[in-house]
């Protein structure tokens, strides 16, 4: 599909691997002993990053042994959140390849590739079987997919009966008007498809889902902002390990308009946990 070419090619950085170990070695990380703790501030990419990834598993009840799959992975910085904290294995699948590439070789170096796995894919078109997965959660996935109703549909088919699927994605807020680009999800709207938790509730219970919680974390996102400033104020510029490096050039004016749009409550971090039917 053209937009998902286009979404795969938002993200894709070139040198992403290299990059972030150069950036572990001037952090003062040793490589070759890394935790999933060193690499939380790059693998996070999501407002309120680890903090956020915790507050959301905390709401799941996952035991040990369950199989879960991540949507739009990423780097698998959740995945191994979710594999070390709860004893769970994670699938993770993602549209950018060089995402996948590199989150198979970090779950390598801090030893949880025996419980994390990762495969380039579509959303849409899931590569598993039915009732395949215990669990499964994306972390702003949805902003770059239009179909809501074929993603929910997808994921349905591979969750067990009364399987959890958690989101966490901005979405719509109160407010009216454009929003400002570019965005950490988008340069410009051609690939940016931002709902509303009204929407996603619809959609969701349209294909077998049914809701369980909804927590709107626009003040949260708010706080995280304001202490991003700070230490960048006190530092006198971003650290060398950081979500800066996967947004390019324009992370700073990324970061600038996603805080000018959740000022003007256009938009916010939402929480949606589902459960099928």
């Not at 790059?42 to 990834?53: L, N, S, V």
């Not at 769970?88 to 025996?114: F, H, K, M, P, W």
Request: hydrophobic share 45%; charged share 20%; proline share 4%.
């Amino acid at each position: 599909m053209e937009t998902e070419g286009s979404v795969a090619a938002h993200y894709t950085h070139g040198s992403l691997e290299a990059a972030i170990l150069d950036a572990l070695a001037k952090s003062g990380i040793e490589i070759d002993i890394l935790t999933s703790v060193d690499l939380a501030p790059i693998d996070e990419f999501h407002i309120g990053g680890r903090q956020a990834t915790a507050d959301l598993a905390g709401q799941l009840g996952i035991e040990a042994g369950a199989h879960l799959l991540d949507i739009g992975c990423g780097l698998g910085g959740a995945s191994r959140y979710f594999a070390q904290q709860f004893g769970c294995r994670v699938t993770g699948i993602d549209l950018t390849e060089e995402y996948v590439t590199t989150a198979q070789s970090l779950a390598r170096r801090v030893g949880l590739d025996a419980q994390v796995s990762y495969r380039q894919g579509s959303a849409l078109d899931l590569p598993f079987g039915p009732a395949w997965f215990d669990g499964a959660y994306m972390i702003h996935v949805g902003m770059n997919i239009a179909g809501k109703g074929e993603l929910f549909t997808a994921v349905r088919r591979v969750l067990k009966p009364d399987g959890v699927f958690a989101i966490y994605d901005v979405m719509r807020d109160s407010g009216d008007g454009a929003l400002s680009y570019p965005v950490p999800w988008a340069a410009t709207a051609d690939i940016s498809f931002v709902d509303s938790p009204a929407i996603y509730r619809r959609q969701l219970e349209g294909a077998g889902f049914r809701i369980e919680k909804e927590r709107n974390r626009r003040e949260f996102a708010r706080d995280f902002f304001a202490q991003m400033r700070a230490r960048v104020a006190q530092t006198g510029g971003p650290p060398p390990l950081g979500i800066h490096l996967l947004m390019g050039a324009s992370a700073a004016q990324k970061i600038v308009n996603m805080v000018d749009n959740i000022e003007r409550r256009l938009i916010a971090p939402v929480e949606i946990i589902a459960r099928a039917n």
